[in-house]
């Protein structure tokens, strides 16, 4: 069996582990665009903040590929893949043969539309690479420009104002994070970024950069200008599947995939950040691109490609990252759509700088956002998963002392199929 992985990191390396469990004598190939071991990319904020080295970031060891007896190819992108032939060209020149191929390609940077790119000291945010380059340019940088609120943007900001920059966050929506929490959480947040030396201006983009060699300044769509000498780009990502034929593997946001994380062709699958499946809280395809699914989905993959079938339950959204003294957990569906009725609460307790925000479908929870006080998400992140139906008062979640001995003396835990 020829095996062939596209991608080498997390959710390819836990495909090529199950795989090798299964199938001790198929053949693994293994393309990746970086070169080297594979690493925990969320800990390259780490880096570039000076809390964590390089050499911490492998994930396996230097024997991992010679041990799981892999042909590895990198540093090329894979360019087409024939599904007629069953090929996948590598490059300009090399072309590599499947009779079972896994799509884990990740997801790229969310590009920007501005002027004058090109420019040196303007960078993403996504690889090692990057973050290596960033370091290297510290030397002489005195102003940053963080282009993003989300995840990635605050990151990027942390880690340079620990390096003594001072550093602007370019926000387009009205609060940071506004893709994992709502208004009254990403206000709380917004505050706390201003109070720790951050500023932040929200409901902004960047137009253009300005410099002659390296940038120096970049214009702001409400016609003022920032003097900077160091941009990151954190406006997201987008799944990478720009080489997917689309007419004969079908693709939406990300490639959508069966429970089996089978494509539209039968002898292609996907998984990780470009794979689209059931979301368990909205209840509809949806890309979660966080590691946790990323591993999971390649591990239920190489079972898969192994010939062994074993169905993926969906995946779950989840976020949980300390801003400065807040510390914040979202998970499931965050902002509910008004109609199809979903019920919200909340609570603020303003003496404890405490927040929750519960969202309800039918007895079900959904969705949940926690600033401060976030020792009990656990258990919420498993009423959702499980897709218990609560037999307490919704009203009890919202409470600090919320805890699990409710739900098990209620039995709304065993009242679930799914948890059994």
């Not at 919200?344 to 956002?369: E, I, W």
Request: net charge neutral; with cysteine.
């Amino acid at each position: 069996m020829e095996y062939v992985i596209i991608g080498n990191g997390v959710a390819g390396i836990s495909a090529a582990e199950s795989i090798r469990q299964l199938d001790a004598d198929g053949n693994i190939t293994m393309i990746g665009d970086e070169s080297g071991l594979p690493y925990c990319r969320p800990m390259i904020s780490m880096v570039l903040e000076g809390t964590a080295t390089p050499n911490q970031l492998p994930i396996r060891k230097a024997k991992f590929y010679d041990t799981l007896n892999i042909a590895p190819i990198f540093g090329e992108r894979v360019t087409n893949i024939d599904v007629g032939s069953r090929t996948v060209q590598v490059g300009t020149a090399q072309s590599v043969a499947y009779d079972r191929l896994l799509i884990a390609t990740g997801a790229d940077p969310r590009p920007i539309n501005a002027q004058n790119q090109e420019l040196k000291n303007i960078s993403y945010m996504r690889t090692s690479l990057h973050v290596a380059n960033m370091l290297q340019s510290l030397a002489g940088t005195k102003d940053a420009l963080v282009l993003g609120g989300g995840l990635v943007g605050f990151k990027a900001a942390y880690g340079l104002l620990r390096r003594g920059l001072k550093v602007t966050m370019l926000i387009g929506s009205g609060y940071p994070l506004s893709l994992q929490v709502d208004q009254t959480a990403g206000q709380m947040i917004l505050k706390e970024l201003v109070a720790q030396g951050l500023e932040v201006k929200v409901g902004v983009e960047v137009t253009a950069f300005e410099g002659q060699d390296k940038v120096e300044a970049a214009q702001i769509s409400d016609g003022s200008k920032i003097a900077c000498d160091m941009v990151v780009i954190g406006k997201g990502v987008l799944p990478a599947l720009s080489f997917v034929p689309r007419d004969h593997i079908e693709v939406d946001l990300g490639i959508m995939v069966n429970a089996h994380m089978q494509t539209s062709n039968p002898h292609v699958y996907a998984a990780g950040d470009v794979a689209e499946y059931i979301d368990v809280a909205r209840n509809s395809r949806w890309v979660n691109a966080i590691w946790p699914e990323a591993v999971s989905q390649g591990r239920i993959a190489g079972i898969n490609m192994a010939g062994r079938p074993v169905a993926y339950a969906g995946s779950l959204s989840r976020n949980v990252i300390r801003i400065f003294d807040l510390d914040v957990l979202t998970g499931g569906l965050v902002t509910p759509p008004h109609e199809n009725g979903y019920e919200v609460m909340s609570a603020m307790h303003a003496g404890r700088n405490t927040y929750r925000k519960m969202v309800f479908c039918d007895q079900r929870l959904v969705g949940f956002t926690m600033v401060n006080d976030i020792e009990q998400g656990g258990v919420l992140m498993a009423l959702m998963h499980h897709q218990i139906p609560l037999n307490i008062p919704k009203e009890a979640l919202l409470d600090t002392r919320f805890n699990f001995k409710q739900v098990m003396t209620h039995g709304a835990w065993a009242a679930s199929p799914k948890a059994a």
